[in-house]
């Protein structure tokens, strides 16, 4: 899927950087090269990467010297994350790590419009800032944080939208996974559309 921008940005306020495994999700257990962008106005209370969200705080970096530091290593997945990457346009960086060889994930709440050029789009949606309805229709997975009952309700309104070959996924949030998980796997043996999803990177003690 490819969305283009009039504007094509060449730098973009990175917080990290790094090569580890990805954790979540329908990706979960690949090698993956993450990019965490600086920024996100969406504001979920139990963040963990809360210094993520002022994109002041994080150092710009040129494109091309990013992708320079990826191919360096033997990654061929790269996921993009923040923060909130789409507040960015992301154009040139996903053109630039194709052009590598690269296959290029995001993982968004959806809250700001699509650009850039993807292989898998993640949509996690948040009722702090709800996704775009014109997003909702490009995921390949759809994966909601569970932090209380109330967000079954939500991830149903949203797995209602997704395509038919969306995955779903729910997620314990993982301050509270030992009260929701339980919830969550009887919600999933009882509607078994979704899949359960866990931060297997935290449980490992990678980034």
């Avoid at 990654?75 to 296959?103: C, N, Y």
Wanted: hydrophobic residues 40%.
């Amino acid at each position: 899927m490819t969305i283009t921008s009039s504007t094509i940005t060449q730098q973009l306020p990175v917080m990290e950087h790094f090569y580890t495994i990805q954790g979540e999700g329908g990706h979960q257990g690949r090698a993956a090269y993450f990019i965490r962008l600086g920024g996100c106005d969406v504001g979920c209370v139990w963040c963990d990467v809360k210094d993520s969200w002022d994109a002041n705080k994080h150092p710009l970096m040129a494109i091309d010297t990013l992708v320079e530091i990826v191919a360096a290593t033997p990654a061929r997945l790269v996921v993009i994350t923040g923060g909130e990457p789409l507040m960015h346009d992301l154009t040139a960086l996903t053109s630039a790590l194709q052009a590598k060889g690269f296959e290029t994930n995001i993982e968004t709440s959806g809250s700001h419009p699509l650009s850039g050029s993807w292989d898998w789009i993640c949509l996690s949606p948040k009722k702090f800032k709800a996704p775009l309805p014109e997003v909702v229709p490009f995921a390949n997975e759809l994966k909601v944080v569970i932090f209380n009952q109330s967000d079954f309700t939500w991830a149903e309104k949203y797995a209602a939208l997704v395509t038919p070959h969306c995955k779903l996924y729910l997620q314990p949030e993982w301050d509270k996974a030992s009260v929701v998980t339980p919830l969550i796997i009887d919600y999933i043996k009882a509607n078994p559309q979704w899949q359960l999803s866990l931060q297997i990177h935290k449980y490992i003690n990678v980034p």
